[in-house]
């Protein structure tokens, strides 16, 4: 049987399930009628969320999940977060608790360019290109006045081009390097269309300029594309206290409280130092910011790229995370690239990233750029506090006993029984089956017996 097909994304939803089912499943009937279920009971809500892909089949689900107490300054903030790694959303919860009793979080926006680049190979020298440049940039600008009028308005539009040549590593090639500012908006699709105007007018400018020569005319444009890398979409979060107070958490680790601190700021340095340490450290930041990148309807793919390249930033990948113990203060801070948005495309049309951005109280992008930064800091707080006390897998595990637990089938009263008898053990797979085993519980036979797979 063969397993392509022509015309797929013709096909009805029920039809592509249906289809599915007949070539990939080995139960097409139980295939069929789970992926059915998977979707929204409002046909109206449903059709959105259809909308955002071709091929839509059925809704994957995550857990959206609440982490309150955010104290930013001075405003208190219940933070939605879209994650499924266990223990992620009760580290922040975690974190923002402890910050709230020791003068909560600060943040602050440094800028909020985006930007964008036309790729284009031109024949002519150099100096020809930055005599003939100024002419260019004015006739690109007002080949795009109908696409940045309303944009202006908001009090956004193109801020800069740049000229930027490339021939010493490959023949020919220059850049414009635009700069935007998109106000509360993510921008791509504004950004995108303006640079796709200007690429259009690139080549007029050559073709049909009076004062170039006929050798000069020559000019291909290669491709016009924001880029997500926007080191000047930077915002900054920060905690401090005293070194005083950790005294109570140091006590509990059996450690006094400038050790804690001291270690606490050498984990943050070993992130600088090793790329292998900075990528696990920066993953547990992103824990926190894609989980809020995701509930908001923003786009995580892009934030990640340009973070990761931000880290990069003079040649080694370093912590995106910074920490100080000096004069008996704790200072510490993430400073990171947030291209994000809080009005037009996802953000106005997925219910859930509508209701986010109600709990956050309808945040402009700043705000949400301070928010997002925040949570990021938070969980990298809460993940090198767990590393440099008790470890990862205490609080880890014990968030995973429910997955274990479920995909053990295991009945309400044995989960009951199983989540008291695990405050005082090590959770595992193989301990937690044998608790069960040992309360005589059959184990649900579709069970997979592979524990590497929870
Ligand atoms: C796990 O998702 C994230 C951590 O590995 C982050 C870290 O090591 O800093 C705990």
Redesign the pocket.
């Known amino acids: 049987m063969s397993k392509t097909i022509s015309g797929f994304s013709k096909l009805g939803k029920q039809e592509k399930i249906n289809w599915l089912a007949e070539h990939f499943s080995a139960a097409p009937q139980d295939f069929s009628r789970e992926l059915s279920a998977w979707q929204h009971p409002d046909a109206k809500v449903q059709g959105i969320v259809d909308g955002f892909t071709e091929n839509a089949i059925a809704n994957y689900v995550l857990p959206y999940s609440i982490a309150p107490n955010f104290v930013i300054n001075g405003k208190t903030y219940a933070v939605p977060m879209v994650i499924e790694?266990s223990s992620?959303v009760a580290a922040a919860s975690s974190a923002a608790k402890f910050w709230q009793e020791r003068g909560g979080f600060h943040a602050e926006v440094i800028g909020t360019v985006k930007l964008g680049q036309v790729h284009f190979r031109w024949f002519g020298g150099p100096e020809r290109l930055r005599e003939i440049f100024p002419k260019l940039q004015s006739r690109l600008l007002d080949s795009c006045a109908d696409l940045v009028a309303n944009m202006e308005k908001r009090g956004g539009g193109v801020r800069g081009i740049e000229l930027i040549d490339f021939r010493d590593v490959e023949p020919d090639y220059y850049q414009l390097r635009v700069a935007f500012e998109t106000c509360d908006s993510m921008g791509a699709n504004f950004v995108n269309s303006v640079l796709e105007r200007f690429a259009e007018t690139l080549e007029a400018f050559f073709t049909d300029s009076a004062e170039l020569a006929d050798t000069e005319r020559d000019v291909e444009v290669i491709m016009s594309i924001l880029s997500n890398y926007t080191p000047d979409c930077l915002v900054r979060a920060w905690v401090e206290c005293p070194i005083a107070a950790f005294a109570d958490l140091a006590r509990s680790q059996g450690m006094d409280a400038g050790t804690l601190a001291e270690r606490f700021a050498l984990a943050v340095r070993i992130a600088q130092i090793d790329p292998y340490r900075a990528t696990?450290?920066n993953?547990?930041i992103y824990?926190g910011i894609d989980a809020v990148v995701l509930a908001t309807g923003n786009d995580f793919r892009a934030i990640e790229a340009c973070g990761h390249t931000y880290a990069a930033r003079d040649g080694q990948y370093r912590s995106l995370s910074r920490c100080t113990v000096e004069n008996g203060l704790f200072h510490f801070e993430l400073e990171i690239p947030l291209a994000m948005g809080t009005v037009g495309g996802l953000t106005a049309l997925h219910p859930l990233a509508k209701r986010s951005l109600e709990i956050l109280g309808h945040p402009s992008a700043r705000e949400l750029m301070c928010i997002t930064a925040v949570v990021g800091l938070a969980q990298?707080f809460g993940?090198?506090r767990s590393?440099i006390t008790t470890g990862?897998q205490q609080g880890h595990m014990k968030m995973h006993l429910t997955n274990i637990l479920n995909h053990l089938g295991a009945s309400p009263e044995d989960a009951a029984a199983a989540q008291h008898y695990f405050q005082a053990q090590t959770v595992s797979f193989s301990s937690v089956r044998a608790f069960l085993e040992g309360r005589r519980v059959t184990p649900n036979p579709t069970v997979s017996p592979n524990p590497s797979s929870v």
Do not use: D, P, S, Y
């Open positions: 790694e992620v696990t450290h993953k547990g824990n990298n993940a090198v590393l990862i």
